[in-house]
């Protein structure tokens, strides 16, 4: 059974800084997505990787697939960002299998 | 283009009653995968449909069932609701099956159950 890990699981930081979120998993998986949640539920998926890196506007996401890590980096955070940020993995077949989330708060 | 629709967004049903949600994917896409979240469990795949037929199923009890349409249009069937069945569902929508797919998330529909 695979288990994904996400740190933290809250984070509060100040506008501005770069924030980090990790995510390991513990089998081989076929892709990795981050998606974005905010209040009332609705989600964006915001990256799928298999390997390497990808970039979009002040968003980052990397992943090693040999030490089975993916992080998610936000530059210059801005209090919109504020929201829940989950990690999920695609091992080919029975669906995603989901983080418990990392709560971020970017205040003022 | 439209995103994925899932309605209603809130329903508040009795014990033991029963409850069926609906997603429209987006045009085009004819993949549909459900998902529950609860504050315990977090997100959990509960099944999954392509082209009409079921591809993949959570460890969900039979109590959860599903079907898609020809319109690839999805319904989400709950028998006997349980307190614990309280909870946000999401649907999903993907070109295709499979691994490297793009998923695109619906609004949830807010299940309480009381």
């Known amino acids: 059974k695979n288990e994904v890990e996400q740190s933290p699981q809250n984070l509060t930081a100040q506008e501005g800084e770069f924030i980090t979120i990790n995510c390991s998993y513990s089998?081989?998986?076929?892709?990795l997505h981050w998606l974005q949640q905010h209040p009332g539920g609705g989600i964006v998926s915001l990256f799928m990787?298999?390997?390497g890196k990808k970039k979009h506007g002040r968003l980052i996401a990397t992943i090693n697939i040999q030490e089975k890590h993916s992080s998610l980096h936000i530059t210059a955070s801005h209090p919109r960002d504020s929201a829940v940020y989950i990690c999920?993995?695609?091992?080919?077949?029975?669906?995603?299998?989901f983080g418990k989330g990392t709560h971020l708060i970017i205040q003022p | 283009k439209a995103g994925v629709t899932q309605t209603p967004r809130y329903l508040i049903k009795t014990r033991g009653q029963q409850v069926t949600l609906s997603c429209s994917p987006i045009?085009?896409?004819?993949?549909v995968s459900w998902y529950q979240q609860t504050p315990g469990q977090g997100l959990q795949f509960l099944f999954e449909?392509?082209?009409?037929?079921?591809?993949n199923k959570g460890n969900f009890p039979g109590r959860f069932s599903g079907r898609q349409f020809s319109n690839s249009r999805s319904e989400m069937n709950v028998s006997t609701l349980e307190l614990g069945d309280s909870a946000l569902y999401l649907c999903?929508?993907?070109?295709?099956?499979?691994?490297?797919?793009?998923?695109?998330f619906g609004q949830g529909t807010r299940l309480t159950v009381v």
């Open positions: 999903a929508s993907s070109f295709w099956t499979g691994a490297h797919t793009e998923a695109f």
């Open positions: 089998v081989g998986i076929s892709a």
């Open positions: 990787l298999s390997s």
């Open positions: 999920a993995v695609d091992l080919g077949a029975d669906g995603l299998t």
């Open positions: 045009s085009g896409h004819r993949s």
């Open positions: 449909y392509f082209s009409e037929t079921q591809r």
